[in-house]
């Protein structure tokens, strides 16, 4: 902590002494422009956008250097709400100094930010995340000004090795530039080297300060599309990071990092002999690998406390006693451990059940679609356990919370992992679960009056990859402030529900489905039209936005995982009251992708409508649906939509049809 404190003094004093702010001259044909250069429409385009990154090692203390200097050109009163308030966000050991802004009529009168404009605030509050910063607004601005604004960043012990440097944002941009000064360490022999992505920035030319310049012209603003695949496979970035600077065969490389991970794990998953009588005790009785390996991965993820999960809490007296641990049998004893020391248990407990298990690297489909062409461990950057069960590799990721027995995370399934080997790493593709797995059950028991009203008693039920994002969403939050969460979600579909005995249970329970249950009255769900009662049986859809309303779009289709929804609503009709024409929604089958099937009718002593709505998405893993079939989907989730609105007719007994 000292040596941090020393070092960040050293940098506010540095900062302290640095200039003000030295602005680039303004062209006259920047206040003359008048309609976008690069994207017609834009509301703003950036003229230019400049960061100097300088890595640094001074004594034994890395940081991070980097100066950012954005030009704006303002078009329109939109591009002026969004682009005159800056934040400036502010994470880990980084400080955030030198800020400096103006605002820039046509005619050139420059109007400096002052500096008592400048606030340290509170940017985001999320499931116990305070994201602190900057923000300020430029003074007077209105369309046709250009705003400028620069800042100092300093990260105390980080340098820019695996940094993500975009040139492609949410605004359109004339020019965009990366100054790079990488650290100059003659006794080590890594350099710093670059990967492009979905973009040809310009070759890297020397400055005479040392630095190294790339940029691009011309760059259209980056846009966001619903279910399109990680941001990072479309827009344009660069990778920079530190390796040996040497000339690598793509196959010989993987090879030879398989390798070495089998000779760094292997030793370290050792089976002694508590080990060994543990995994006896758990596969005892099961005669199915199946069955052996979910026992095991069932204790690991129970009966092991992983300390680095966002699930687990400690406290400073059980931080302050957490021993770390050396073997298998350390973490056995400990019963705690981080997600590798929980993993190597598995591997540990896996032999010593009889199987071949070994640690295994994992590309991570959620962020960036690995390429094992790229010559660079840094997308294979999770760990998981493969094991040979018959002959084929499964793959099992203990240490991670709210899975359950044989699931990776989304990310992980269906996409490539390295397994470690004595002689030569092998790429394997994960498994992954299908629609069943995931799974949204939900029932309705309700009561119609005549005026409308609907009221009765909701149920909900996940399992799967959706069990494990609504645990991931509660898991942070009060119970008070889960039931805020869940009513303040009802109400935007639903805005004059009343909402009670609200009761929420196995949000952290691994291997129980999260379950959802409470009492409901909407005053006026059925609309009265006359003496008609207009009637929508689909409760759990009602008001729902439709997943894609643009006719074209530009990205590909991209859906997380695979999943199914069961619904049955049952509604108690009003005394007096019958179905006035028996037109149900229609069910089809979405070809390979899924299917949509409804049924609905009267009991037979016509008091109550029973609906039931089955439907299901992403079958074989067709997850990634190219674009030119953008229209088809529409159509299909238009229908689906169309059906789920589908209302029905009710009226008196004594009315004529």
């Known amino acids: 902590m000292k ?34 250069k690069v994207e017609p429409g834009a509301d703003a385009e950036a003229i230019f956008w400049d960061i100097k990154l300088e890595d640094r090692l001074q004594g034994e203390e890395f940081s991070l250097a980097m100066n950012h200097y954005i030009r704006i050109k303002i078009y329109t009163d939109l591009g002026r709400e969004q682009y005159a308030t800056v934040e400036i966000p502010r994470t880990g050991k980084r400080i955030i100094s030198d800020v400096a802004a103006r605002t820039i009529k046509p005619d050139g009168t420059i109007i400096d930010l002052k500096k008592d404009s400048i606030f340290d605030r509170k940017l985001v509050k999320f499931k116990g995340l305070n994201l602190q910063g900057k923000t300020f607004t430029l003074p007077n601005v209105a369309a046709g000004d250009i705003i400028e604004y620069r800042y100092r960043e300093v990260h105390i012990d980080e340098i820019s090795s695996h940094m993500r440097l975009y040139f492609q944002r949410e605004l359109p941009m004339w020019s965009v530039s990366y100054h790079l000064k990488p650290l100059n360490l003659p006794w080590q022999p890594y350099a710093m080297r670059t990967m492009s992505f979905q973009c040809k920035n310009s070759p890297f030319e ?28 479309l827009r344009a970035w660069l990778l920079i990071y530190y390796e040996e600077d040497k000339k690598i065969d793509v196959d010989k490389f993987w090879k030879e990092t398989g390798k070495a991970d089998f000779a760094l794990f292997k030793p370290l998953s050792n089976a002694d002999g508590q080990v060994k ?47 770390e641990n050396h073997s298998p049998a350390d973490t056995l004893k400990h019963k705690e451990g981080t997600g590798t020391d929980i993993n190597l248990l598995f591997v540990a407990l896996a032999n010593a059940a009889g199987f071949d298990a070994r640690m295994a690297r994992i590309a991570d489909r959620g962020d960036f679609f690995f390429h094992k062409g790229r010559t660079t461990t840094y997308f294979l950057n999770a760990r998981s356990v493969a094991v040979n069960s018959s002959g084929k590799w499964l793959f099992f990721d203990p240490a991670t919370s709210y899975l359950e027995p044989g699931m990776l995370r989304w990310h992980e399934e269906g ?60 898991e942070g939050m009060t119970p008070a402030q889960q039931e805020d969460d869940w009513k303040d979600s009802l109400k935007e579909r639903l805005s004059n529900a009343e909402i009670s005995a609200f009761e929420i249970k196995d949000v952290t329970d691994p291997s129980k489905p999260v379950s959802v249950k409470y009492e409901v009255r909407i005053p006026g769900y059925a609309t009265r039209t006359g003496k008609r009662l207009l009637l929508q049986p689909a409760f759990f859809q009602r008001n729902q936005a439709p997943r894609f309303t643009e006719s074209q ?19 108690e009709l009003p005394d007096g009251w019958q179905l006035d024409a028996p037109v149900s929604p ?41 674009v030119a079939a953008y229209p088809n989907v529409k159509k299909v989730f238009d229908f689906v939509e169309e059906q789920d609105s589908h209302a029905m007719a009710f009226r008196t007994a004594g009315d004529a049809k």
């Open 277 to 323: 009588r543990t995994a006896a005790e758990l596969v005892s009785g099961s005669d199915k690998d199946e069955q052996k390996l979910a026992a095991i991965e069932r204790f690991c993820r129970t009966k092991i406390r992983n300390v680095l999960s966002s699930s687990v809490h400690l406290t400073p007296e059980e931080r302050k006693a957490y021993k």
């Open 553 to 571: 779009r530009k990205f590909d289709l991209y859906f997380d995982y695979a999943w199914s929804e069961d619904d049955e609503v049952t509604i």
């Open 206 to 233: 020397k400055e005479p300060d040392g630095f190294y310049v790339t940029s691009m012209k011309d760059v259209p603003a980056f846009k966001e599309e619903p279910y399109m695949p990680p941001e990072d496979n």
């Open 586 to 626: 229609a069910s089809s089958p979405l070809g390979e992708v899924g299917n949509y099937k409804v049924e609905a009718g009267i009991t037979a002593d016509g008091k109550k409508l029973v609906y039931k709505r089955w439907f299901d998405w992403g079958r074989q893993n067709k997850l990634l649906i190219n």
């Open 415 to 474: 996409t490539q992992a390295l397994v470690s080997d004595p002689k030569e790493g092998f790429f394997v593709t994960t498994q992954y679960t299908d629609q069943t797995r995931s799974k949204r059950v939900r029932r309705g028991n309700f009561k119609l009056l005549g005026d409308g009203t609907l009221e009765g008693t909701v149920q909900y039920s996940y399992t799967g990859h959706a069990a494990r994002g609504q645990k991931s969403r509660l």
């Open 3 to 36: 040596r941090i404190i020393r070092c960040a003094a050293a940098f506010f004093l540095a900062l302290e002494l640095m200039p003000a702010a030295d602005w680039r001259p303004i062209d006259p044909s920047e206040l003359a422009q008048k309609t976008p």
